[in-house]
């Protein structure tokens, strides 16, 4: 069964790598190139799908909107810049917020704050030449490119190494943006949590939209990429992107971190195989393979063998006799063969005769 993190965990007080990876995939992957896609692409087929909503939900819906319509990529380059931005939101701009509402000496009920099972996060300056930090500009702006059908499949491109020379290069030429303090919501306890999810909407949000006939008339036709993540096919960027926004995120909280093979069996959901359980069919199998060679020849001397370790339960019954088929007055089942040895001048109707 899949463990659940606690809101207040996953969003704000991370301790374990488990927590960074279950932000990075059910909350960022999901949001940025699932659900926002879904959104935009609801948005423009029902003209009443907003006003439809849940105001909890029209505000995060609104939010989608904001960054994935309103705010649409025009090409890859603009694709580089919203993961920088990414970047410099999570790694550099998050952390200066946590500590300016809660400062390292903050005490609660005369408690430290940043005690117990919180760890104060440090800021994480953007360095082109930080292979992890390169490493989530790229997967980012793929991602990103293809969820908004800037490109026609999500596959590392043949000529990746070239693209990555010409990021780096508009990399250079991006300003960062200053720090600029603001109200910054954080709930200490689960219930804070809860309530926080929700959030009004102003009016002014709604108006900002285009409409869909402006949509349509600039690119006609056109609509988001939803992306079905994809743990097993390493010449897409999923397993890219979640490791790299988990191991950085880890890296800002002090938390250990892993490689990309353990990432990948983390969020993947990958449960080994348990070795016990081979046993028991390798096991039973050679059993069977044991009476063959001790030249059995009846039915009951054979098995079919049930295997259930969560019960636990083990069963042995006879197997049931083949159907018996009749063909040209003679009888046969599934479990024979016949062996055909036709010369060269039989035909298939002399051999079937």
């Not at 790598?17 to 932000?23: F, G, N, R, T």
């Amino acid at each position: 069964q899949r463990e659940r993190f606690l809101i207040c965990t996953l969003h704000h007080f991370p301790t374990r790598i488990e927590h960074c990876l279950a932000w990075a995939r059910e909350v960022h992957f999901e949001a940025f190139f699932v659900e926002d896609a879904h959104i935009v692409n609801n948005y423009l087929d029902d003209p009443s799908y907003i006003d439809s909503l849940k105001p909890a939900i029209k505000s995060l819906a609104l939010k989608s909107l904001q960054r994935s319509l309103v705010n649409r990529p025009k090409n890859l380059f603009d694709c580089v810049l919203w993961s920088y931005r990414l970047f410099e939101q999570f790694y550099e701009h998050a952390p200066q917020h946590y500590l300016r509402k809660f400062p390292l000496d903050h005490v609660e009920n005369g408690v430290p704050f940043w005690s117990g099972s919180k760890r104060p996060p440090k800021c994480i300056k953007f360095d082109v030449s930080n292979e992890l930090h390169f490493s989530f500009i790229v997967s980012a702006t793929f991602l990103r490119g293809y969820t908004m059908g800037l490109m026609k499949d999500e596959l590392k491109p043949e000529n990746l190494e070239e693209i990555h020379e010409m990021i780096k290069l508009y990399l250079q030429k991006i300003e960062p943006q200053p720090f600029i303090p603001q109200e910054f919501n954080v709930p200490t306890d689960e219930k804070q949590a809860i309530d926080n999810q929700g959030s009004t909407v102003s009016s002014d949000e709604t108006c900002s939209l285009p409409s869909r006939d402006s949509v349509e008339s600039e690119t006609p036709g056109w609509r988001a990429h939803p992306i079905k993540f994809e743990k097993d096919d390493d010449r897409n960027f999923h397993i890219d992107f979640i490791h790299c926004v988990s191991t950085l995120r880890a890296l800002m909280y002090g938390i250990t971190t892993v490689d990309r093979l353990k990432s990948k069996l983390i969020a993947g959901k990958i449960i080994p195989a348990i070795v016990t359980t081979t046993a028991f069919v390798s096991g039973f199998a050679c059993f069977e393979i044991y009476k063959q060679h001790q030249n059995g020849t009846v039915l009951a001397d054979y098995r079919n063998s049930f295997v259930n370790l969560a019960l636990p339960l083990v069963q042995c019954t006879e197997p049931l006799p083949p159907k018996k088929e009749n063909f040209n007055n003679k009888i046969w089942t599934e479990w024979e063969r016949i062996d055909l040895r036709p010369k060269s001048k039989d035909t298939l109707k002399s051999v079937i005769g």
